[in-house]
Nanobody, 118 residues
Framework: VQLQASGGGLVQAGGSLRLSCAASGFTFDDYTIGWFRQAPGKEREGVASLKISERKTYYADFVKGRFIISSDNAKNTVYMQIWNLNAEDTAVYYC????????????WGRGTLVTVSS
């Protein structure tokens, strides 16, 4: 399984951006795919995920409507749109594929850094 994340960068507080995660190299269909983030000095935390087979989305409580996860199944790509960024959103964002069956097993992409300037 390969996960290629992109879309991070430097953005001003209040701005927005869209992260992308292109997934490839697998044939199983019982999985969730989404995003974690790790801020400096903090543990990695889940942000949002999507179970494509059931078209269900899951969000962390802190998202508060500012994050939307979506997918383009034809491109095997998952997106996360983020609005109204603030300094607390500064983190490395990691794409995660959680294989449910056979599994469970986690796959990680290389992170993409999001830096929010005030």
């Amino acid at each position: 399984v390969q996960l290629q994340a992109s879309g991070g960068g430097l953005v001003q507080a209040g701005g927005s951006l869209r992260l992308s995660c292109a997934a490839s190299g697998f044939t199983f269909d019982d999985y969730t795919i989404g995003w974690f983030r790790q801020a400096p000095g903090k543990e990695r935390e889940g942000v949002a995920s999507l179970k494509i087979s059931e078209r269900k989305t899951y969000y962390a409580d802190f998202v508060k409507g500012r994050f939307i996860i979506s997918s383009d199944n034809a491109k095997n790509t998952v997106y996360m749109q983020i609005w109204n960024l603030n300094a607390e959103d500064t983190a490395v964002y990691y794409c995660n594929l959680h294989q449910l069956w056979p599994g469970p097993k986690d796959y990680w992409g290389r992170g993409t850094l999001v830096t929010v300037s005030s």
